[in-house]
């Protein structure tokens, strides 16, 4: 069993998005899949509500996170994706110490660029080398290219999936659904899907992307 976990001690970033995504995606390769959310305010466990298909979605403290995460393994699942709160050290670094993938969400934007600093310095004292996900970025815009080299100049490294600006991102959670439920060949899904390969690939899991989505074995 793999973990990847969703961090940001920005709020807004994206993490919930992302880690719901990814999450579906997984599902939707044949990976057994659970959420575990350690926000307070609990909206990836709503959004779990609200829908009846997997993945599991199950709220915890943060000081717990290991039993969920034993007790998932217990249940055969493949992968859990964490998502977190903003704001949050403790439980943010707990996080972080269990996860095999760390995902830092950041908006391509001066006040997100300069906030990442605090998360950077969180995985150093977790000994752990995540990887910035550029969030929210605006399609055609010079603010990717930007963001990243001075993302770069700072020593992060950053995921080769950007995961643009787009409707269907926010429209599809709405009732508990996402991208790649909601509008699977747009190109939402088509992100949230390379954006899982990408990282089912750095920790060793094997996925399959279903014939049919943009890129997959049709293609
Ligand atoms: N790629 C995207 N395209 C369009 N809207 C997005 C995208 N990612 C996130 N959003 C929207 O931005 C808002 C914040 O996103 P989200 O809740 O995922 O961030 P978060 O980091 O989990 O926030 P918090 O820190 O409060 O937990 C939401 O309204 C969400 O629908
Ligand atoms: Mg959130």
């Known amino acids: 069993m793999k973990t990847i976990a969703v961090i940001s001690q920005k709020g807004g970033s994206g993490k919930t998005t992302i880690a719901l995504h990814l999450a579906v ?3 939707e390769a ?3 899949t659970a959420v575990v959310d350690l926000d307070p305010q609990a909206s ?4 779990g509500d ?14 717990r996170l290991q039993e969920m995460l034993d007790a998932a393994r ?16 403790r439980a943010s670094l707990l996080a972080m110490r269990a996860a095999d993938l760390i995902l830092i969400p950041c908006r391509p934007a001066r006040f997100d660029l300069e906030a990442i600093a605090a998360t950077l310095e969180l995985s150093e004292i977790a000994r752990k080398e995540p990887f910035v996900v550029l969030s929210c970025a605006p399609v055609r ?4 290219g930007e963001a990243s080299s001075d993302l770069e100049g ?5 995921a080769p999936v950007v995961i643009h600006q787009r409707v269907a991102y926010s429209h599809a959670v709405i009732d508990g659904r996402t991208a790649t439920e909601f509008e699977p060949e747009g190109k939402a899904a088509e992100e949230a899907w390379d954006l899982l390969m990408w990282a089912c690939g ?18």
């Open 154 to 158: 700072r020593g992060a490294r950053i």
């Open 25 to 27: 995606a997984a599902t």
């Open 44 to 47: 990836a466990t709503k959004w």
């Open 141 to 144: 815009s010079a603010l990717v």
């Open 30 to 32: 044949g990976l057994a």
């Open 202 to 219: 750095r920790v060793g899991l094997s996925a399959r992307r279903p014939v049919g989505t943009v890129g997959g074995d049709d293609e």
């Open 50 to 63: 609200t829908r009846e298909q997997p993945p599991d979605v199950v709220s915890a403290q943060a000081e």
């Open 74 to 89: 217990d249940n055969g699942a493949d992968l859990v994706v964490v998502d977190t709160a903003p704001n949050a050290d």
